[in-house]
């Protein structure tokens, strides 16, 4: 059985130059819903398209054009909420957040910050076997997207795409529970992993589609568990928003040096002022974007084009019930059910594409020796060439006729490697090829007794020396295997080996 009992890892503690120092991070991951249509209209989401090709009225801000929610972005949104074990709101209404910027035709972001959709839940974010952090959900709202402002194709002008403008988003905002930049990074990674599995989102962060701000601040060792118990964000220290961040590396490496910006500030008599910074990953430092805003100076209020979203509980329930089974769960069964370790559950659980390739090939078959041959010979290969497994050349078919091969001492495992190699190279029926090649295994000890005996009559001082050392014996084995291109049965030539030395 898979242990579910975990030990939170230890807070990162920096050493400044005069004391210690704790890390506190809380972060609101922006995540593209995985939908046709934008949140309230008609256009397209289709990401690559002509510049201010997929626009709609609404979208462009036209006088006069209303929007209409898109039933499927709400639906998607209560599906990631329900496989964060969070609460959905059966009211939410949607709020203008208003501010001026050239990609935001309306003049306002539509957004929700009186009732977002999605209430409190959770993230079991893995740090390694038995070790995780439990980060708490606060909300997750929808809202749309802006558009994208071009400075670097002219000089002197600036361009707008109004494309994503309108693309419905998910703003999942956590509590301030992340304690290092190693459980940042992971759990964006564990959110993306779940989004993927329920197909709420797609997680390329390559194409902007999740994108997270990182709020991070430093306190003294003891002042974090003091903000748990009275809950007053007064214990940990001015925060800082780094916003826009679309990568794990860099995720890590913005908050390695905004905190160690903030300490050498609060070490020096200074204090930190609460902004909103960007990391500019060419000088690995952040640099400041302008004061931090509050809700006040967005002037929210009631977006009044828009109804208040009433959702039934079986409507909820429905959704409910088709949800697939998530990544936490597949890999407990994987490890109870295959008797594989948590290491290697972990990896085939990684992707879903990786863990429903895995079961296609591990059904019906000894599933160590599966996961063995998908995680080092498939994923090894995979990785050489610079693929994923969704552009594998070897199917889950081909690999499990391989392994068949295997099971029935048809091939050994040495051929089976050469055999692999083929398939991901050529293609091609396994076992039509082992019988075309001549690769079957040599099983007729008749035959591997009549070398054996050759190499033994060739070598009698290696004969003698393994009569003394018993060890040496596997020199005969590999003369063995080398004399009959590998496909001497090798379990047949060590029981051979071993009654002619004696």
């Not at 599906?79 to 959905?88: D, V």
């Amino acid at each position: 059985m898979l242990d579910l009992t975990f030990e939170a890892p230890k807070p990162r503690v920096i050493s400044g130059a005069r004391e210690d120092w704790e890390l506190v991070i809380g972060m609101e991951v922006h995540a593209q819903v995985a939908s046709n249509a934008k949140l309230f209209s008609g256009a397209s989401t289709r990401f690559g398209a002509e510049p201010n090709s997929n626009v709609s009225f609404v979208d462009a801000g036209m006088p006069g054009m209303l929007p209409v929610v898109n039933e499927f972005c709400v639906a998607q949104a209560v599906r990631t909420g329900l496989g964060l074990k969070a609460e959905i709101n059966l009211f939410s209404a949607f709020d203008r957040k208003n501010y001026f910027y050239p990609d935001l035709p309306q003049g306002y972001q539509i957004s929700q910050l009186y009732h977002p959709i999605v209430g409190e839940g959770e993230v079991l974010v893995d740090m390694g076997p038995g070790v995780a952090r439990l980060v708490r959900v606060e909300r997750i709202h929808l809202e749309q997207d802006a558009g994208k402002s071009i400075h670097d194709m002219d000089p002197a002008m600036s361009f707008v795409d109004l494309n994503r403008t309108g693309v419905a988003l998910m703003e999942i905002v956590s509590r301030p529970d992340i304690r290092s930049p190693e459980e940042a990074a992971a759990y964006v990674a564990k959110l993306r992993q779940i989004m993927r599995y329920l197909g709420t989102c797609d997680g390329n962060m390559q194409n902007g589609n999740l994108r997270a701000d990182v709020n991070v601040s430093v306190c003294r060792p003891g002042d974090y568990e003091r903000y748990r118990e009275t809950g007053d964000f007064a214990h940990l220290g001015t925060r800082c928003e780094i916003k826009n961040m679309n990568s794990m590396r860099f995720i890590q490496q913005a908050i390695e040096f905004e905190a160690r910006r903030q300490i050498a500030i609060r070490e020096d008599g200074g204090e930190v002022i609460q902004e909103t910074r960007l990391y500019d990953p060419d000088k690995g430092e952040t640099r400041s974007m302008r004061s931090k805003e509050e809700a006040h100076d967005y002037r929210y209020f009631p977006c009044p084009d828009l109804l208040p979203l009433e959702i039934d509980r079986s409507w909820v329930d429905d959704i409910a019930a088709g949800l697939p089974e998530l990544p936490d769960q597949k890999k407990a069964r994987f490890v109870n059910d295959f008797g594989m370790t948590e290491y290697d559950a972990t990896v085939l659980t990684a992707e879903v594409e990786s863990a429903d390739y895995f079961e296609e090939v591990a059904q019906d078959r000894d599933g160590k020796l599966a996961a063995n041959w998908v995680i080092n010979e498939l994923f090894g290969r995979l990785k050489k060439d610079d693929r994923d497994i969704t552009q594998s050349p070897v199917t889950a078919a081909q690999l499990g006729g391989i392994i068949d091969l295997i099971g029935s001492g048809d091939i050994s495992g040495k051929i089976a490697k050469d055999l692999f190699e083929i398939v991901f190279s050529e293609g091609g029926n396994p076992a039509e090829i082992v019988e075309k090649r001549g690769m079957k295994q040599v099983t007729d000890t008749g035959a591997i007794e009549k070398v054996v005996d050759e190499i033994i009559d060739a070598n009698p001082a290696q004969v003698e020396k393994a009569r003394a050392n018993p060890k040496l014996a596997g020199w005969f084995v590999g003369q063995v295997m080398k004399a009959t291109g590998g496909k001497a049965n090798p379990q047949a030539v060590n029981a051979i080996v071993a009654r002619k030395l004696g």
